[in-house]
């Protein structure tokens, strides 16, 4: 059974870092593309980071430049390095594993920027 677990999320201030963590059973993030999904209330879901198989990584324009998706193969986990934080920011965050229509999702961890 594949399971994703998220953890790191929090309450940071306005410019403040987070990094979230996807943890994954087996060896699903060397054979699915891995990504980070965000929902803010009252918003549709935002694709946020992936990061393919061969390694080749996507972010979405809000983030792009802040945000950074990493993958520890020994680990079996992925990354999302957030920096430079703001109020926008805020949602539950879930990590989504894909391939070829096939996918897995985590139960999401919450990140609030406020001051």
């Known amino acids: 059974q594949v399971q994703l677990v998220e953890s790191g999320g929090g309450l940071v201030q306005p410019g403040g870092s987070l990094r979230l963590s996807c943890a994954a059973s087996?060896?699903?993030?060397?054979?699915?593309?891995m990504k980070w999904y965000r929902q803010a209330p009252g918003k549709e879901r935002e694709l946020v980071a992936t990061?393919?198989?061969?390694?080749?990584?996507n972010y979405g324009d809000a983030v792009k430049g802040r945000f950074t998706i990493s993958r520890d193969n020994a680990w079996r986990t992925v990354y999302l390095q957030m920096n430079s934080l703001k109020p926008e920011d805020t949602a539950v965050y879930s990590c989504?594993?894909?391939?070829?229509?096939?996918?897995?999702w985590g139960q999401g961890t919450q990140v609030t920027v406020s001051s």
């Open positions: 989504n594993a894909a391939r070829n229509g096939d996918e897995y």
């Open positions: 087996g060896s699903i993030i060397v054979r699915y593309d």
């Open positions: 990061i393919t198989t061969s390694g080749r990584t």
